[in-house]
């Protein structure tokens, strides 16, 4: 597999599609806890407001997706230089390596910085354990959708 244009744009296609499966999954638990229950978008709103100078006392949700969906196509385009660039991964099953790249990317973007971020440790949650788990589930869902996709487009 060599990377072109179309092999990027079709990555990038994935990682939105699959960012959109991994939203529908939090949709639920954010009605239940609010903007704080869900970690990535938490860290959005935060963001969101600090770049475009808003005020915090509402939430952006057109920030809060343009990051979210901005990050999970962008994952879709690192998925596919990974498999490029590391000719062995694509001797692991791709089912496998969705997961994994899923939690990778977890551990890189999401736990290093949603505290210097929000000012909220994940692992020490005022909502418990939940938001954590939910996190950790919306991004499996998210790497076996780009996994799926990966297999039937890019990797036939």
Known sequence: MQIDPF?????LLAGLISTGFMTVIEIPF?????LTGILEWHE???????IFRLSDTKNYFWGIFLLHFLNGGLGGIGLLLALVLIPYLQEIPMLIIGLLY?????IITL????????GINPWNHP?????IIISL?????YG?????????????
């Open 102 to 106: 899923a939690f990778f990317l977890w």
């Open 44 to 50: 959005n709103q935060v963001l969101t407001c600090k």
């Open 137 to 141: 589930l919306g991004h499996a869902i």
């Open 111 to 118: 736990v290093p910085i949603h505290k210097p971020i929000t």
């Open 127 to 131: 909502l418990g354990k939940g938001p």
């Open 7 to 11: 092999s990027i744009l079709l990555s």
């Open 144 to 156: 076996i959708t780009l996994a799926i996709i990966f297999l039937m487009v890019i990797f036939p």
């Open 30 to 34: 954010w009605k239940r806890w609010k």
